[in-house]
């Protein structure tokens, strides 16, 4: 968590300070950083057995969960506002910008699921469930606190670098409640990952259909 506070604090200033393209680069370079730092750090001191093992049902749990999510997500934005307005970029020509592969496919589809899934899910959530059964001696008080702790610290992250509406909040999280829970109930990291994913994924692949027409 310190390593992931002092990412956010750089991040911020970086934002903040210097402003523009450079500073959301600088900014999004600190907070991955922080992240990853985290993951190594963990990850060299030890690791769950089956955390890292791969199961076609996976695949499965992140392709219909990712989806599902999608859908609930725009379900929300209706209650929330009445209607629902398909994606764009936002250019006047109709065509993606330049800098679109970067930070409109794997900045949020592959390395932003990544980064958030191992740190929130694989180092963070292990160590509250891991805590707390020590404490209790029962598995399902670990696993809750694991899953609402590791949710509010996801939305909270996200609430720091952003302004969200209600229905954004409840779909964020509805994601960590998801992805956490998939992680406490398999003991695997990769239907998380493949759920975030895909969850940003079909948004990104909504954004390309509705900027150029296709």
């Keep these: 968590m310190l390593l992931l ?18 500073g959301s680069a600088l900014s999004l370079a600190a907070l991955w950083g922080g ?19 791969f199961h076609p049902f996976d695949l499965l749990y992140g392709i219909v969960l990712g989806v599902i ?9 209706i209650a929330g506002t009445g209607t629902a307005v398909w994606p764009t970029a936002g250019t ?58 590791t949710t509010v610290l996801f939305i909270g992250l996200h609430l720091v670098f952003d302004i969200y509406t ?14 956490a829970g998939l992680v406490v109930a398999t003991s695997r990291i990769w239907g998380a990952v493949l759920t975030h994913i895909v969850f940003n994924g079909v948004a990104v692949g909504m954004l390309v259909v509705g900027t150029v027409g296709v």
């Design 69 to 77: 999510l999608r859908f609930t997500q725009g379900f929300l934005e």
């Design 166 to 179: 209600w229905w954004s909040v409840a779909t964020l999280g509805l994601v960590g409640l998801v992805c």
């Design 92 to 149: 006047i020509d109709g065509s993606l910008p330049a800098s679109f592969w970067f930070d409109g496919v794997l900045a949020p589809v592959v390395i932003a699921p990544l980064l958030e899934e191992f740190f929130f899910r694989a180092v963070l959530l292990v160590a509250i469930f891991t805590a707390v059964r020590r404490m209790t001696d029962s598995r399902s008080w670990a696993g809750f606190a694991a899953i609402a702790v």
């Design 35 to 53: 992240m990853l730092a985290a993951i190594i750090l963990a990850f060299a001191r030890s690791r769950p057995r089956m955390l890292l093992r």
């Design 5 to 22: 506070g002092a990412g956010i604090l750089l991040a911020t200033l970086a934002d903040r300070l210097l402003g523009g393209t450079l």
